[in-house]
């Protein structure tokens, strides 16, 4: 069974950092894409950066570009969202999400809610 | 960055019902890597269709998908009650992928 369970998140003022984990199995991480899409309050989803399999490849959207780092560990099959100098936008609930062959994304995780305010 | 405009934001419908779901694509989505999520609350959201027509592993018949180029829709031949959600639209061609802003299908 495909899982992809979320952790970290919480609450930090503007300015601060968080790290976000999703711990996958029953599949094999070393070769699948992973995202991480988020979803702010009462707002639709977002996409916010994907990371290859091999973690050579980073892509990002632009209101995160040069703040928030993904990165992966194949030998935990383990993705991690580093977030710095957060925003009060950059509240949400963040997703991880596993593409499939198509490149569309077929599981996700739980969700894991981060709240940015003073 | 493509953008994806979904229509209408709201689809107030009756069950037994047929919803039609419209998402415009600002520039082409090559090869139709278009999908379509169904979003609960509280829940993560469910892959429904990709590559704007194949039915993801498990989806009902009632759920169809079609189109190309930039102009998509979404078909749910008759909705159940577990039906009513919001969902989304995705472009998953390019390395910057993007949703469309939802529409919400509820109950009238």
């Known amino acids: 069974e495909v899982k992809l369970v979320q952790s970290g998140g919480g609450w930090v003022q503007p300015g601060g950092s968080l790290r976000l984990s999703c711990a996958a199995s029953?599949?094999?991480?070393?070769?699948?894409?992973i995202s991480w899409v988020r979803q702010a309050p009462g707002r639709g989803l977002e996409w916010v950066a994907s990371?290859?399999?091999?973690?050579?490849?980073?892509y990002y959207v632009d209101s995160v570009r040069g703040r928030f780092t993904v990165s992966r560990d194949n030998a935990e099959t383990s993705l991690y969202l580093q977030m710095n100098s957060l925003r009060a936008e950059d509240t949400a609930l963040y997703f991880c999400?596993?593409?499939?062959?198509?490149?569309?994304?077929?599981?996700w995780g739980q969700g894991t809610l981060v709240s940015v305010s003073s | 960055e493509i953008v994806l405009t979904q229509s209408p934001g709201t689809l107030s419908l009756s069950p037994g019902e047929r919803a039609t779901l419209s998402c415009r694509a600002s520039?082409?989505?090559?090869?139709?890597?278009l999908a379509w999520y169904q979003q609960k609350p509280g829940q993560a959201p469910r892959l429904l269709i990709y590559?704007?027509?194949s039915r993801a592993t498990g989806i009902p018949d009632r759920f169809s998908g079609s189109g190309s180029g930039t102009d998509f829709t979404l078909t749910i031949s008759r909705l159940e009650p577990e039906d009513f959600a919001v969902y989304y639209c995705?472009?998953?061609?390019?390395?910057?992928?993007?949703f469309g802003q939802g529409t919400k299908v509820e109950i009238k």
């Open positions: 999400a596993r593409q499939n062959y198509y490149g569309c994304f077929d599981y």
């Open positions: 029953g599949f094999t991480f070393s070769s699948s894409w």
């Open positions: 990371v290859k399999p091999d973690g050579s490849d980073k």
């Open positions: 520039q082409s989505v090559s090869s139709s890597y």
């Open positions: 590559g704007a027509s």
């Open positions: 995705q472009q998953y061609g390019s390395s910057l992928k993007t």
